[in-house]
């Protein structure tokens, strides 16, 4: 069975700090880039941070820039997000997905696998 799968979210209080994981199972992250998205209640989906195949490129959202950092283990086959700093703002369900490209791809339909989501709650 194909699937992502990610851990780490929780609630945090703000400035924060906390690392998301996205394990692959079934097949190999190799050959697949690998974005990070969030959605909110009642906001649109958005994409946070994105990683090339290889950990050679990343980018982020602007209001992730300096404090998120993606990275990956292909042979552990999985990607993280750190994320540093948070916010109430930041407040969202985030996935986890793979796209069959060696460099970032932006759009969601490019990506063909999802992971189910992990819930991060920034809050005092």
């Known amino acids: 069975q194909l699937q992502l799968v990610e851990s780490g979210g929780g609630l945090v209080q703000p400035g924060g700090s906390l690392r998301l994981s996205c394990a692959a199972s079934?097949?190999?992250?190799?050959?697949?880039?690998i974005g990070w998205f969030r959605q909110a209640p009642g906001k649109e989906r958005e994409g946070v941070s994105c990683i090339s195949s290889r950990g050679g490129s990343a980018n982020y959202v602007d209001s992730g820039k300096g404090r998120f950092t993606i990275s990956r283990d292909n042979v552990k086959n999985t990607v993280y997000l750190q994320m540093n700093s948070l916010k109430p703002e930041d407040t969202a369900i985030y996935y986890c997905a793979a796209a069959p490209s060696w460099l970032c791809v932006s759009e969601p339909g490019e990506y063909d696998y999802w992971g189910q989501g992990t819930q991060v709650t920034v809050s005092s």
């Open positions: 079934g097949f190999t992250l190799d050959y697949y880039a």
